[in-house]
């Protein structure tokens, strides 16, 4: 990523913002099933360690996968706790926004550290269209 940096001249969190949007229609073109019955964006969110996740696991057994644990969520919003090791919860924002834009739908997201490392709250919201 270093070197990708170097050349664009771009902040990297841009340049995994931007992947992130990038690996979700890739992903959602090469896993449609684990796409099946999903309306919402919210609802992709909803699912990602306790389904998608899982499937993913068994796909990729090697995967280093991210946590999304859902600690709030209504109609409108989720509030989740992401982990990962790697910091990338630029990707995670990118893939968010390339979900909602599956859906065709507007969402707004914050980041937010916590106090354990390598561990944030992303608080998700649906806007109208």
Not at 44 to 50: H, T
Not at 52 to 68: E, G, T
Not at 79 to 103: P, Q, R, V
Request: charged content about 25%; overall charge negative.
């Amino acid at each position: 990523m270093v070197v990708l940096v170097n050349k664009t001249g771009r902040p990297l969190n841009d340049l995994l913002y931007d992947y992130g949007e990038y690996l979700f229609t890739v992903l959602s073109a090469g896993h449609a099933e684990m796409m099946a019955n999903r309306q919402s964006v919210l609802e992709i969110l909803d699912c990602l360690d306790d389904d998608i996740h899982v499937q993913a696991r068994k796909l990729y057994p090697d995967a280093d996968l991210p946590s999304f644990k859902v600690l709030e969520r209504t109609p409108d919003t989720i509030k989740m706790e992401y982990h990962s090791m790697h910091d990338l919860y630029a990707l995670a924002e990118g893939l968010i926004d390339g979900a909602a834009a599956n859906f065709s739908q507007r969402v707004e997201h914050h980041v937010t550290p916590t106090e354990v490392p390598h561990t944030y709250h992303i608080d998700v919201k649906l806007l109208a269209s």
